[in-house]
C-alpha cells in the first residue's frame, strides 16, 4: 500500500517537531549544556560523535531517496537479481568498522577517567520506587564542612558546589538508574550492590535528574534534582538540618497537627526529635508497612522545594521559575528560606508554598502518584505496599497535618 504524500509530510513534520522540542533551550535536563568537569569530559565525546553520526545520517538518506527516486515502480517488470558488488560490500563493511574503532577509543579511556579517586564528599544514594533517599554518613566531610550527624533526606541531594561529590548508589528493591545529566552520565541501582558516581557542580543551582530504567508503575515520576551551594551556604544547610527540634507552640493548629502526625505518618515517615507524651523518641518503622523497608524523612521538609519522589512542587510556579534563574551568587541564600523565599520579612504566610499540592497529596495520595497501594492486591507482598496508600483523611485532619508539617524547616 502506497502512504500518501500528504501522510508522508506530516509524519516528516512530526519528526522535526520532535527533534526541536529535544532541542529546547531552557531543557533543564539537557545533555548539551554540562555544568560540571565530568560533563564536560562526557559532552567533548559526545559532541564529536554526533556530528559524524548526522554526517553519515544525511549521507544515509541521500542514498536512500536516490534509490527510491530512481528505482521507483512504474509498471515495469521485476529486474534480474544478481549478487551484490563485492567492492561496495567491502567498503561498507570496513568504513563503519574504522568510525567505531576511532571512537572506541577515547570512549574506553574517558570511562576510566570519569572514575578519578580525589572526591572529597561521600554520600550515600539508595533507590526505591519510587524516590531516592540520600544519606551522609556522621564524621564525614563534604567540601571543608564536617557532618557531625547523619543527615537523611530525600528528593533533593544538596551538595558543595565546585567539590568533587562521590555517590554510593544501591537500591532497595527493583533496579534503577541515577541520572543528573548535567553534572554526569547515568549509574544503575541494583539490588545487593554498590556502584560509584563522581558529581561535580561548577557553582550554585538546581541541577534536574530522572531514573531512567523502568522500575514499575511510577518510573516516570520517580525524578530528584542536585542542589549545589557553595561553601558557606552547605555549611548553613548543614547546620539547619541538625538543629535540635522545635515542637509547635501549644495551642496552635499545628500543635494539633504534631499529635495527628504522630497517629497517622510517624509509623513511616521519621521526624527527628519528635517525642511522645512521655518524652520517649517517636521512631518510624516503616518495614512493617513498606515492601522495602523505607520512607522519606520528612524531618526537614520545607527546606526542600518538592515531594513525592521529586515529583511535586512545594513550591509555587513563579517561585520555582525565579529560584531556578537565580545568580549564582544569591541562589543559596534564596534557596536556604525554603518555601519562605521571596517572603518579606513580616509576612505570616510563605509566599512560595504551594499548599494545594501538599493537600492534595495528604488526601489522596494514589490518586496523583500510582502506586501498587490496593489492599485487594498486595497478596504477594504480605500486605506491604510500594509507596503510600490512601489514609482516608478528613479535611480537619489535613488542615492541622499541613499546620504541622510547615514548621518542618
Known sequence: M?????RRAAAALAGLGLLLVGCAKDAPQDTFRPAGENARDIDGLQRPLFYVAGVVGLIVFAFIG??????????????EQSHGNPKLEIVLTVLPAVILAAFAVPAVSQVFALDKSDNECVINVTGQQWWWEYDYEKGSTCGGVEIPESIVT?????????????LRITSRDVIHS??????NGKRDAVPGRLHTLRMHADEPGIYVGQCTEFCGLSHARMRQAA?????????AWVDNQLAPYQAPAEGTLAAEGESEYAAQCSRCHQVNGLTDDSGNPVLAE?????LAGAAPNLTNLMTRTAFAGWTFDLISDECRDRLWNEPSETFGDVYLQGVWMYTPADATTPACFNELNLREWL???????PMY?????LEATDGLTRGMPNLNLTDEQIEVLVAYLLERK
Open 66 to 79: 536516490y534509490a527510491m527516486w530512481k528505482f521507483r515502480d512504474r509498471g515495469q517488470e521485476i529486474p
Open 286 to 290: 516503616p518495614d512493617q508497612s513498606v
Open 363 to 369: 488526601r489522596n495520595p494514589p490518586a496523583m502518584k
Open 178 to 183: 541515577f541520572w543528573i545529566p548535567r553534572l
Open 154 to 166: 530525600a528528593g533533593e541531594l544538596v551538595i558543595p558546589a565546585d567539590t568533587p561529590v562521590l
Open 373 to 377: 497501594t490496593d489492599p485487594d492486591k
Open 2 to 6: 502506497l502512504v500518501k504524500p500528504s
Open 227 to 235: 542542589v549545589a551551594l557553595d561553601t558557606a551556604d552547605f555549611q
